[in-house]
Structures are given as structure tokens and as C-alpha cells.
């Protein structure tokens, strides 16, 4: 247009006037400095600077479009296709009217730009074209369709810049974006405002391949030991349940491997689910309400077998609570301690979209709403409780020199083996979840996320040593 125009616009007065506020608002001594100085901050700086002048446009219906920039500004309407539709916006509310939208398509933008997280991974990837996205109008949601650059990578994130990460250098924050769905070639975002935004993909092969393999062939090989396990208490009960202690002992080893046998198999179900089916509360939440429930129900049956201990040892052998009410204690305790947790986690953060996580395994949720307390804080208090436990008995057993009768002595054995295996089960447990802990506060370390998979995949030690 300037070419075609050129007498014209040498002749016009307003020519000096028209300049003059060209250079104020796009300022190409500036742009320049950009190019020139630090990338990390001059890349963040410089995508700032075009949300700047997306903000000053003439609201008239235009596009330019270069070998690496398109620029287009036009109605606000309910769908639009840009880039030769290689990025697709959807906005439902848009009604028309005289609100427009200016969209600019970056080609190289994900060349400069770092991606860097607000957990400052360097296993991601971006891995899509950056796609800036300025209107006037209120809306609540956009969703953003783009197809990705590398289709071997995996662990998509809707991002968008913050300009006020990392101390004003900028970074990719997930606040306000989700993942909508994914196919093959690309990848459906919804935000709630409207920025620049891109795709986040991880580049970690080890993480996908090794952990992965390790995590589902020792829960495998698990789910079969449990049933196993299962099995031979059914045949041996009538031989092993002896007295009271010995038959209460063999109560919590069955609840115990039931319980961790029932959650396994609903990790593999959650697992195994595609990333649309993790978007899909009826699914997903649902597997990760029955693992977190029946993973809580192993921790309060170890505590039951603890306080077994503790309660047989320190009170006297005859007497006391009937087996019958034991029995109830123990099932109010393993089960009804669990689910009521289980149940109002749910409750205060499924309205929230806070349950589980995004774009993982179906779990609970960390970043937003911190639901997975509500399964480390009790899991590690009962940890915490048994060892106390342990050193009350070994005090106890050591300081006990009267004789004891034949009863006695049976019984006496009897705690032996049940303080032996709590002294092996409980270290045990605390190690594993503690590495569950260190993998969310190193989400992308290796070696404590190879750690973790390994000991959450043997746990079926659990029953195997109690029957020893």
C-alpha cells in the first residue's frame, strides 16, 4: 500500500505528523535495542511490546502477513481460522456486534522464546506455534486449536507468557488454561482470558519409557502376588487363627492385601486412561477416588495392626475388649476412616475443578488445590504413629521377666511376629511415600521418580512378610 501510495503520501502535510506517531508507538530505536541485548530477557520483552501495539490498533478489519508474522484483525465472531488454518479460536459467547479481535500468528516466536515453566523444568519443549490473542470484549473462556510441531512428544500443557515470572524475565504459567482434547497432529486449549499462548510438550524419554514400564510391571506382578497371597490365608485360616491375637493379626493381613490389591487394579484402570478420558470427571475422578480411598484403607490397617499390638501388650492377655468388638473397631477404623476422608477431599474440591490433576495420571490434584494432603498427611501420621508404637513394645517386652504359661508364651510369640513385621512394613511404607513427596518437590528429577516407581511397585511385601 505505501508503494502504490508513495506520491501521495510524500505530498500529504500530515506525513511528519503520521511518523512522528508511528516511531511513539512501536519505537524502532527500541526494537532494536531488543534484538541486541540479552535474548532470555529481550525475547519476553519484545513479545510485550507487539501485545502492546495489538492493544493500539485501529479497529478495522485488515490483515498483513509476512514470511514469519501474520497479523490479523477482524469482527469478533464465534470461530476463526488463522495461518492457513493451522490454528483454530472458538469463542461461544461472541455475538457480533462492533467488539473486534486482533490475532497475532508468531512462525519463529517458539525459537527465541524460553520454555521455561513456572516449575522450571528443562525437559519442556514448546511445542506449537505462539499465538497472540487481544480483544476489548469480556469473555470467560476461548479455546484455542493448534497443531503441534513434534508428535513424539508427549505430556501436553496449555500454557500462556507471564510477564511477571522469574522476576520480571517471564515464563509459561498453566493458571487459567487447560487441556480440552488431542489427536495426532494436534491440540484443543481452553483459557479464561485472552494472552499469548502456546503448547508446552515434555521432552524427557526416559521419564515416558523406563519409569512407565517399571511402574506397571511391578504393579503387575503385584495384583498377581496379592491374589496369591489371598488364596493361601483362605487355605491356612483355620490353623493360623489359633488364639485371639493370632486371628485379629490375620484379619489386618487380609484387609490389608485387599485393600492394596483393589487399589492397584484402579491405578492400572486410571493409568490406562487417554488424556480426553482424564478430562472426563465421571472417569477419571471416579478412579481417583477408589485408589485414593483404598490406599488410605492399607495405611489405617496397618495402623489397626499397630494398635493390636500396642493394645495387647500393655493390657492384660485375658480380659478386656471381646474379639467381636475388636473386629468392629478395626473395620470403623480401616475403612470408615478412610472413606470419610476420601469423600469430603472430593466434595471440596471437585466443584473447584481442583480434584485431579491435568493432563497426568488420574490422581490428585497438586498444583491448584494441594488435594493430595488429604492422602500424604494421614499416610505419614500413621508411619509416624507405628514407630512410636514399635519402641512403646520393645520397651515393654524388655523390661517383662515373670514366667509365663503355655497360653502366655503362644501369645507372647504372637506379638513378636506381629512387631516384626511392622518394623520391616513401616520404614518400608514412610520411605516410599517420602519419595512420593520429593517428586512433587522435584517434579522432573529422575532418579527420586525412578526410586519412587520402584518401591510403590514392590509394596505386595506387604502381605508376603506378614506371612512369614
Request: with cysteine.
Amino acid at each position: 500500500m505505501t508503494v502504490n501510495t508513495s506520491d501521495s503520501i510524500t505530498r500529504s502535510p500530515s506525513t511528519i505528523n503520521a511518523t512522528v506517531k508511528i516511531l511513539r508507538n512501536i519505537n524502532i530505536l527500541k526494537i532494536a535495542g531488543l534484538l541486541t541485548s540479552d535474548k532470555a530477557k529481550a525475547s519476553s520483552s519484545l513479545l510485550n511490546l507487539f501485545e502492546t501495539i495489538a492493544t493500539i490498533i485501529v479497529n478495522e478489519s485488515f490483515t498483513i502477513e509476512t514470511p514469519f508474522i501474520l497479523l490479523n484483525k477482524t469482527n469478533l465472531t464465534t470461530s476463526l481460522d488463522v495461518l492457513n488454518s493451522s490454528v483454530e479460536l472458538s469463542i461461544p459467547e461472541a455475538g457480533g456486534g462492533s467488539k473486534f479481535i486482533t490475532v497475532i500468528m508468531f512462525a519463529s516466536m517458539d525459537n527465541v522464546l524460553p520454555p521455561r515453566d513456572e516449575a522450571n523444568s528443562s525437559f519442556m519443549v514448546i511445542n506449537g506455534k505462539v499465538a497472540l490473542v487481544q480483544t476489548t470484549a469480556r469473555i470467560r473462556n476461548i479455546t484455542i486449536t493448534s497443531e503441534i510441531l513434534n508428535e513424539s512428544l508427549r505430556d501436553p500443557e496449555c500454557v500462556y507468557w507471564d510477564f511477571k515470572l522469574f522476576e520480571g524475565l517471564g515464563g509459561w504459567s498453566k493458571k487459567g488454561c487447560s487441556l480440552l482434547s488431542r489427536d495426532n497432529k494436534s491440540i484443543s486449549c481452553i483459557c479464561n482470558h485472552t494472552t499469548s499462548f502456546s503448547i508446552l510438550m515434555s521432552s524427557d524419554s526416559f521419564k515416558d519409557s523406563k519409569i512407565d514400564d517399571i511402574t506397571f510391571i511391578g504393579v503387575g506382578i503385584s495384583i498377581g502376588s496379592l491374589v496369591i497371597c489371598l488364596i493361601t490365608e483362605a487355605l491356612i485360616w483355620r490353623k493360623i487363627s489359633t488364639n485371639t491375637t493370632a486371628f485379629l493379626r490375620h484379619v489386618t493381613i487380609v484387609n490389608i492385601a485387599v485393600s492394596l490389591l483393589i487399589a492397584n487394579i484402579w491405578f492400572i484402570i486410571g493409568a490406562s486412561f487417554t488424556d480426553v478420558e482424564r478430562k472426563n470427571p465421571p472417569a477419571c475422578a471416579a478412579a481417583t477416588f477408589f485408589i485414593h480411598f483404598f490406599y488410605l484403607a492399607m495405611f489405617f490397617w496397618m495402623l489397626a495392626s499397630g494398635l493390636l499390638l500396642l493394645y495387647r501388650t500393655v493390657c492384660v492377655f485375658e480380659g478386656g475388649l471381646s474379639k467381636t468388638s475388636m473386629v468392629v473397631i478395626g473395620f470403623l477404623l480401616g475403612y470408615g476412616a478412610p472413606l470419610i476422608i476420601a469423600v469430603i477431599t472430593m466434595a471440596v474440591t471437585s466443584p473447584l475443578n481442583e480434584y485431579i490433576r491435568e493432563n497426568q495420571v488420574c490422581w490428585l490434584n497438586w498444583d491448584n488445590s494441594k488435594a493430595l494432603l488429604a492422602f500424604l498427611v494421614p499416610a505419614l501420621l500413621i508411619v509416624a504413629t507405628n514407630f512410636i508404637i514399635l519402641l512403646v513394645v520393645v520397651f515393654k517386652m524388655l523390661r517383662r521377666r515373670a514366667e509365663k504359661n503355655a497360653a502366655q508364651a503362644r501369645e507372647q510369640h504372637v506379638l513378636v511376629v506381629i512387631a516384626r513385621s511392622l518394623a520391616v512394613l513401616t520404614p518400608f511404607f514412610g520411605l516410599t511415600w517420602s519419595l512420593g513427596i520429593g517428586t512433587i518437590i522435584a517434579p522432573k528429577n529422575r532418579e527420586i521418580h525412578f526410586a519412587f516407581a520402584l518401591c510403590n511397585s514392590l509394596q505386595v511385601k506387604a502381605c508376603f512378610n506378614q506371612l512369614q
